[in-house]
């Protein structure tokens, strides 16, 4: 698997993150990206885009290592196997204060400030790959790596388990031929999705804001999100899953509330994976519920909780088992509602938004739940005469019932 970055993505992120860096105090990466980088501008100009392009993935790979984040997120969700890598110091500022420090000591002790040449040459050995090593693309391909003894497949107390998930996560990272990560306009523009799954050689496209780079103390939140991207592009290549694009029937609003159900189960899917996991996920589970609440509010409260308890509980779903809850209310109660408890006439009379008014059959986001209480009797006449099955408790849009109210002459 290679994992490429976008040209653009990586001259944002670089740029924001120095930026970052110098207004916190810290001056040694930004004073060093503009030695490289200045005098780039004595150039032809038709070598200026390529020369910046090398500068800011030196940095973006190399020296800031942003890249990371992505091959962290990778091995999270079980793209690529985990590796153990040796332990490094966390550049926070005291550390980097008490780094320098060092430096300016060690400079003192040299013969009127002169710095041993010695001293300059000699570095502690890394694992890390030199600017030299990065390929032309700009792409970082893990399974390239060749591990050291700080860098050996993750073990774990039981054995078998552990040599299973390296597996797997071989046969995906064998399995997608790259990863490319561009930079998002907005944060409408980020999201993931897997190309090429037909030819077989899927490809998996995320886009993400470069500001998600700019500040170091919030790679959570980037962890977070990555992880959540490339969980739902995990199970679009995963034959067990099963995912295959859809053909939703209906007008654009059904088709838009069927996708945005579909959306909410699937993301509710994933962060239960990765709760069992121990992986933090982009919205904690309560969060999660109070988004599945504003779904599907006109289910009565004790079932409604039931329900979501029992989509967060299943560790297996297929792609067309979701689709089918997002688009039939009773599929998704029949699987997760005791009948005992929740009959099905009970819930023949749930007034979700998006369902269909029984009266004009358009989907209703304005539910009337009970005409009885606010229309006159006149208005229930009028409508049992042109709908003789209906009664109160099926309810009618807001649009109808001004209608009915007009005819009956009481609006």
Known sequence: MKISFSPQLMEESVFRHLNHLERSGFRSEYDEYHS???????????????????????????????????????????????????????????????ARAKESDQIEETAEGEVAEEDVVEEAPSSEASPASIEENSAVAPSDYNPTEDEVPVSSPDEDEDEIAYDLAREFEERIKEVVVKRAINKVDEGSNVLNRISGMPLIELRVLASRFSNPEDVKDLGAFLIQEFMHAKDMVDPEFDYEDAFIPGNPSIKNLITARFRLLWNIYVDSRLERMGVISAMPKEARFREFDNFYRKVPDKQRRG?????????????????????????????????????????????????????????????????????????????????????????ACDRCIEVYELRAGVG
């Open 307 to 395: 329900i979501f308890e029992g989509v967060w509980r299943t560790e297996v779903f297929t792609h067309e088992e979701l689709l089918s809850m997002a688009t039939d209310l009773e599929t998704l109660m029949t699987k997760y509602v005791d009948d005992a408890e929740f009959g099905e006439e009970e819930r023949d009379y749930i007034h979700l938004q998006g369902a269909p008014c029984p009266l004009c059959k358009f989907p209703t986001y304005n539910w009337v739940d009970d005409p009885e209480s606010i229309c006159d009797e006149m208005v229930l006449e009028a409508i049992q005469i042109d709908f003789p099955d209906w009664e109160n408790r099926d309810g």
């Open 36 to 98: 490289l980088a200045d005098p780039i501008y004595e150039l032809p100009e038709d070598d200026r885009e390529i020369a910046f392009e090398k500068v800011n993935k030196i940095f973006f790979v190399e020296r800031l290592k942003l890249g990371d984040h992505v091959l962290r997120a990778l091995e999270a969700c079980g793209l690529i196997p985990k590796r153990k890598r040796a332990r490094r110091r966390i550049e926070t500022a005291p550390a980097i204060l008490e």
